[in-house]
């Protein structure tokens, strides 16, 4: 990003026929988005009654500050900057009627870590621990914290709004009518889109029976003890759980080598899928 002592880092996992397409064009906007959020934030807050529209050097000289010291107004800023990307998507040359993608985003500024969550992706700090003296065995001792939750259609409050929305949540069915594997959305008499998540940037006709791509935020406090954050899509986290992943990640902390714990957290992920 653009703002001093500020750091953006994000997934966005596509899924569809233009899933790629939705993922590319939105990890270009959402940081632009994010920051013209701010600025815009920036010209109404505080304005003189007197004063229409804030000077240039005055959005300059404050640029950053909102999403470095305010968190009620970060929270706003991340939400109106999905809002933006997702209606940049909708009007783009990109199909999107039945392709979209998650948006899982992670500012590191100052003294804060600032979760905001589309989708099934997910975000997952890691911090050192006290290691007790009677394990001698291991080098380090990590504690995983989850930043996201995953936005799947059976959650109570996720698949409420589908219902009220018109839609309906199952899963796929075998011929004999028995489930299989997770919930979906779909229209409430034709079995479409089926999109196994309730929240995601893109996905016109899902968006028409309740998903949304209004972001979940979350903010905690930067720690002296936290080393470590994993954002992966749902292709990490379906076969390892937030502790092994952060437990992997740790090996190889030591030697900031973070595209060695990338790899590993990778194959270790198709080992446990081809099993």
Known sequence: MGIKGAYLFGIFDGHGINGHLASDMSKKRLPNNIELSELVAIQSTGKPKNHSVRSFSYIKEHKGQLLLLDSRKRAEIFMEGFRKTASDLAISSVDVAYS?????????????????????????????????????????????????????????DEFDRIMKAGGRVDSYQDENGNPLGPSRIWRKTQNVPGL?????????????????????????????SDKIIIIASDGVWEHISNQRAINIAGEFWEKQDANSACNKLVKEANLEWNK
């Open 196 to 224: 196994a998540m309730s929240r995601s940037l893109g996905d016109r006709v899902a968006a028409e029976i309740g998903l949304i791509s209004t972001p979940e935020v979350k903010d905690v406090p930067l720690k002296e």
């Open 100 to 156: 979209g993608t998650t948006a899982c985003v992670v500012l590191v500024a100052g003294e804060n870590i600032t979760c905001a969550n589309a989708g099934d992706s997910r975000a997952v700090l890691g911090s050192l621990q006290e290691k007790p003296e009677k394990e001698a065995t291991i080098k380090y001792l990590w504690e995983s914290k989850p930043l996201s939750r995953d936005h799947k259609p059976n959650d109570p």
